[in-house]
């Protein structure tokens, strides 16, 4: 036990946080130097989504030896939609590596996890990375890191932190800006010095607190956690105590340690070890798997609820099971039941409507994330805007939930932020001046921040930086205009030729070409007023044997509005779905003729959080 070693590694989104874990599974010798992994960059970032994105979405666990020591590393994602990932992680570990950019440094979702890793009582390492940037400023940084330490009411222990330069992208750290080193060695004296052993007890039985779950086709459900106590064997019988107080027998069929990325089968663990075990299918995050009913229980921690819902229906439009193979309700419920095996953080219901199923979670990222993959994997689905989940106040009042916003933007764009913030009812906490930026932290609903991340690209030019995190449910804001603008609804059906976009475009932007294959119904532009037109984006032209004055001009078409996934549903209204198909992606209204849509007014609806 003296000689395992468990560390998070935590930083906010692009501060090099997988490229410092790939630095350090090279350097410690876990790869043959012919090995194709020695070729690989962000190795960590298995799913094709998190290289394509450059984010880490999944916790993931891994482990190096360096010298006699065994070092396990959980990987946690920097994106605040997946801050479920984090909390559980804290259990697992004994020290957190804190990955701050040295020009940037620490930004809003650092100091989430870092509040989190101090309550769990982990011992920090501050990692200084990029400094090799042209403006980093690894000096300024380390005072702003002592500063949210500060803020964080560090313990003295706590804030007397080693500290680390490094590049993990040239591969060298060193203790002081002064010194030449090309290796990584620094860093893991550091890890094997400072960090102290697993917070464990040897002894007789044993007992672990799952804090991650994974999904095997053959043998179910995989718990991941710390062995607080004891010593586990394959074939032991064993309890597992439910957060509701139940309690399932089992036994244990399989144990999993891990060396580099890969996960080995061994007979038996000992305590302070982060094992994966098979045998119960039950088990879910934060609860106890021991030997028996005597041995008392670990505290159950449970997991942040959702503030965000999505409806995902059937797709029931004309061009329905043209690109996807899996299209019925069955198909989507069985693919929303395998990801909530592994996914903790998301919550799935059926709703009176048997083609519709209610998707829960922290953010529409997590959501578009799931959406994505089903439209790779030849799902298609119909997908509504965001709605947020209320609660009722002890005196059955409306609570809704209240983000805390951190904006970064360049001066010349502060007004302009500052009104549209005010539009979405935010209610602005702090302003601080830095050179030619302003950092502004505003308390923000939930629903006022649907949409605002694509608005503030547009307003700053792509210089803005966004995070938030969830504050509090609060007090009712009123009315949040969804969207300024209406929607050109196609009124019939075929495909559209650009004699009719060319008169339709007149009224606002288009989202369609020509030669698109169109639907009653469906959205194909931007109306430049509030309300929706009807349009007719088919209409060929009539030939007469009389010539016209327009023969010989060419029809000049603007470039269509092509949405994202995430930027789609942000956009869509209430009574509008995103049509997502493996490929393609249609806006559409909810109701397709006119007319009935016109007896079912838009309206505001509600939804609670389940207790």
Not at 419 to 442: C, D, P, W, Y
């Amino acid at each position: 036990m003296q000689h395992i070693r468990n560390i998070a590694i935590i930083a906010h989104v692009d501060h090099g946080k997988t490229t410092l874990v790939d630095c350090l599974l090279k350097q410690s010798g876990t790869f043959r130097a012919n090995q194709a992994e020695t070729q690989t960059e962000r190795l960590m970032d298995s799913m094709d989504l998190e290289r394509e994105k450059g984010i880490t979405i999944r916790a993931k666990n891994a482990a190096f030896k360096y010298k006699d020591f065994h070092i396990n590393i959980v990987d946690t994602p920097g994106h605040a939609d997946f801050g479920g990932e984090v909390e559980r992680i804290m259990n697992m570990i004994d020290g957190v590596l804190l990955v701050v950019d040295a020009a940037e440094g620490p930004q809003a979702q650092t100091r989430f996890v870092l509040r989190k890793a101090l309550e769990a009582g982990a011992k920090p390492i501050v990692v200084i990375n990029k400094i090799d940037r042209e403006n980093a400023n690894p000096k300024k940084v380390l005072d702003q890191v002592f500063e949210l330490f500060m803020s964080l009411n560090a313990t003295d222990e706590q804030l007397d932190f080693p500290f680390i330069y490094c590049s993990a992208k040239a591969g060298y750290a060193k203790l002081d800006l002064n010194d030449t080193t090309t290796t990584m060695e620094p860093l893991f004296d550091t890890i094997a010095k400072q960090i102290p052993p697993p917070r464990a007890r040897a002894g007789d039985g044993f007992q672990v607190l799952v804090a991650n779950l994974d999904y095997s086709d053959y043998l179910g459900r995989i718990a991941f956690g710390k062995i607080y106590e004891g010593k586990i064997k394959v074939g032991d019988a064993a309890i597992c105590r439910h957060g509701t107080g139940k309690i399932s027998r089992g036994k244990i069929t399989m144990i999993y340690h891990f060396e580099g990325m890969k996960r080995i089968e061994i007979q038996e663990a000992h305590a302070g070890d982060i094992v994966g075990i098979t045998g119960f299918e039950e088990v879910f995050i934060g609860e106890t798997i021991c030997d028996s009913e005597t041995r008392q229980t670990l505290p159950y921690i449970p997991i942040d609820p959702p503030t965000i819902q999505m409806e995902f229906a059937v797709n029931d439009g004309p061009l329905a099971g043209k690109d996807g193979k899996l299209v019925t309700a069955r198909h989507i419920w069985d693919r929303l039941q395998k990801e909530i095996r592994t996914n903790v953080a998301l919550r799935v219901t059926q709703t009176p409507d048997p083609k519709v199923f209610a998707v829960s979670g922290r953010g529409e990222m997590q959501i578009a994330i799931l959406v994505e993959q089903m439209r790779r994997e030849g799902y298609e689905v119909l997908v509504s805007r965001p709605e947020v989940l209320w609660k009722k106040g002890p005196n059955g009042e409306l609570l809704e939930p209240i983000e805390k916003l951190f904006v970064e933007i360049p001066n010349e764009n502060l007004g302009s932020v500052m009104e549209n913030l005010s539009f979405r009812k935010a209610q602005i906490t702090n302003m601080n001046h830095v050179g030619a930026h302003v950092s502004v932290e505003a308390l923000v609903p939930m629903r006022g921040l649907i949409g605002f991340e694509t608005d503030l690209v547009n307003m700053t030019r792509g210089l803005g930086v966004m995070s938030h995190l969830f504050h509090e449910y609060g007090d009712d804001r009123g009315e949040i205009a969804a969207r300024k603008n209406g929607s050109l609804v196609s009124m019939d059906t075929g495909a559209a030729t650009s004699y009719a976009l060319n008169m339709i475009q007149e009224r606002g932007r288009l989202m369609i070409e020509p030669g698109d294959e169109i639907y009653v119904g469906m959205i194909v532009g931007e109306n430049a007023r509030e309300n929706d037109i009807p349009v007719n984006p088919v209409k060929e032209k009539r030939l007469t044997n009389m010539r016209s004055q327009g023969d010989g001009k060419g029809i000049q078409l603007a470039p269509p509005l092509k949405l994202s996934l995430e930027r789609a549903l942000e956009y869509i209204d209430v009574d509008e779905f995103v049509e997502a198909t493996p490929k393609n992606l249609r806006l559409r209204k909810r109701i397709l003729d006119e007319n009935q849509r016109k007896r079912s007014e838009k309206t505001r609806v509600i939804k609670f959080v389940e207790n």
